[in-house]
Structure formats: structure tokens, C-alpha cells
């Protein structure tokens, strides 16, 4: 495996040079060759909270890089089920179906929790993969990575308790953020966890009476995360053990 740079926050490793900030871990873990492919053609967004990034059964016009901020891949039916069936944050890149031969995806994809990034249109992007196959592995490897999370999903989604489930997510967020409050409302974590909103307001009072969270309106404060990973159980840890394996860099900002 390509031994990924030493990059953070921005300050950039040995023999690198962009004038964009970069905080994203999947770019971070390129060679230096590689990024320079895609360097001339990232550009910097802003990302506020419910921007699409993914329109579904749309093509596809840009892959976004988020630097900071939380995305959001949802999966609807026609009759108006929606839950959430993937997250990505500053550890990956959106659209990964573009990679995998297809120009479009049934699955909207939208920002949770405001940020910013790099984007870059989709056929710069496979052309640049196309010249590298190092690139392409690479990406390939996050995409890999991205379909263990969401059979983990389902997986929990399946076979866990509502308050597993919400600690796990809580976890995902922890691991995508800057310190340890997390925004976010009581109806957006029933949709995204596919329950009522009472089912969620119950869930939360359990884990801060056990003392892993405070809550206050419209915001969640991790304050002991060992006991959401316990909590969690067996429903977190393998797909960002898998991250790790495949990237080179951990997927957590979080000790």
C-alpha cells in the first residue's frame, strides 16, 4: 500500500504545495503525484446544512472531498420511507458510484452537519483515475470501505437495540467532528435512524442518565465516549477498523 503523507490541518508533508486548505483523510493519504493530478482541478465550497450533493437517479456532476461537515446517504421509497444507509465526513469522498462504472445512484446524498470542502466535476475525476491506476486503487479502496459501513448499517439496523443504534451513530458523528458537540434534532436523528421521534427521545434520555451525553436543544455533547462504545457494542468498530486497514490513516479525529 502507497504510504500515505503526513499532512494536517493544511500543513502539508514533504514535496507538497496547494494553495486549499485540506483536512480530507482520503486526499491526505495520496502520494504526491497522485494529488497534483487532481490538485488544478478542486475547488473550494462552502457546505451548509440540507445542501444535495447527490441528487438520486440524476447524474452525477460532482464528487465532493469534505474538509469538515457531515453528509448523509439516504436511501427513500416512493410512498416516502427514508432512512439513513451511510455517513461521510472528512474521511471520504461522496458519489463513490461513479468510480464503479455508473453515472448515477438511487440514493440521495445531503449535508447533516454544515462544513466545507473540495469539489471536483466527475469526468475530471475519471480521467484522472483512468491515467493512475495508484489513484484508482486508492479511491476504489474508500469505496470498499464505504459498502462494509453500510452492510454494518443494515446490520444494525437489523439486529440491534435502538439505543445500540443511536450510540453507534452518536459515534460516527464523534468520529467526523472537531470536539464533542454534535447539532443535531430529535426528528432528523428518527429519520435517520428509521424510528418515531418519541422512540429517539427515550433512547437519549437513556444514555445521558447513564452519563455518555448531555442534551440540550438542537445539540448533543459527548461526554464519555467509552461508554457510547459500550453501548455500542459489536454494532461499532469493524468498518472503521476496516478504514484504517485500507487508508492507511484512522478515520477518527477523536483519541
Given amino acids: 500500500m502507497d504510504q500515505p503523507s503526513q499532512m494536517r490541518s493544511g500543513a502539508l508533508g514533504a514535496g507538497w504545495t496547494t494553495a486549499l486548505p485540506l483536512r480530507n483523510r482520503l486526499l491526505l493519504a495520496l502520494p504526491v503525484e497522485d494529488f497534483h493530478s487532481l490538485d488544478p482541478h478542486l475547488e473550494r465550497v462552502r457546505l451548509p446544512v440540507d445542501t444535495c450533493l447527490v441528487e438520486p437517479n440524476a447524474p452525477v456532476e460532482h464528487v465532493y472531498f469534505l474538509n469538515e461537515g457531515i453528509a448523509s446517504v439516504v436511501a427513500a421509497t416512493d410512498q416516502g420511507r427514508r432512512i439513513e444507509v451511510g455517513m461521510i465526513g472528512p474521511e471520504g469522498m461522496t458519489g463513490p458510484c461513479v468510480l464503479l462504472g455508473t453515472d448515477r445512484s438511487p440514493h440521495a446524498c ?56 443511536l450510540a453507534r451513530w452518536l459515534l460516527m458523528c464523534h468520529d467526523r467532528v472537531d470536539g464533542d458537540d454534535l447539532t443535531i434534532t430529535h426528528e432528523f436523528l428518527s429519520l435517520m435512524l428509521g424510528v418515531r421521534r418519541a422512540g429517539v427521545t427515550e433512547a437519549l434520555r437513556t444514555l445521558e442518565d447513564g452519563g455518555a451525553i448531555a442534551t440540550k436543544r438542537g445539540r448533543v455533547t459527548v461526554l464519555d465516549r467509552a461508554g457510547l462504545e459500550a453501548v455500542a457494542g459489536d454494532s461499532y468498530g469493524l468498518c472503521e477498523a476496516e478504514y484504517t486497514r485500507l487508508i492507511g490513516l484512522p478515520l477518527t479525529y477523536q483519541s
Fill in 110 to 165: 445531503f449535508v447533516q452537519m454544515p462544513g466545507a470542502g473540495l469539489r471536483i466535476r466527475t469526468d475530471a475525476l475519471r480521467r484522472a483515475a483512468a491515467a493512475s491506476a495508484p489513484l484508482h486503487r486508492h479511491l476504489l479502496r474508500f469505496v470498499h470501505a464505504f459498502m462494509v459501513q453500510m452492510g454494518q448499517t443494515a446490520l444494525a439496523n437489523g439486529s440491534h437495540v435502538l439505543e445500540q443504534r
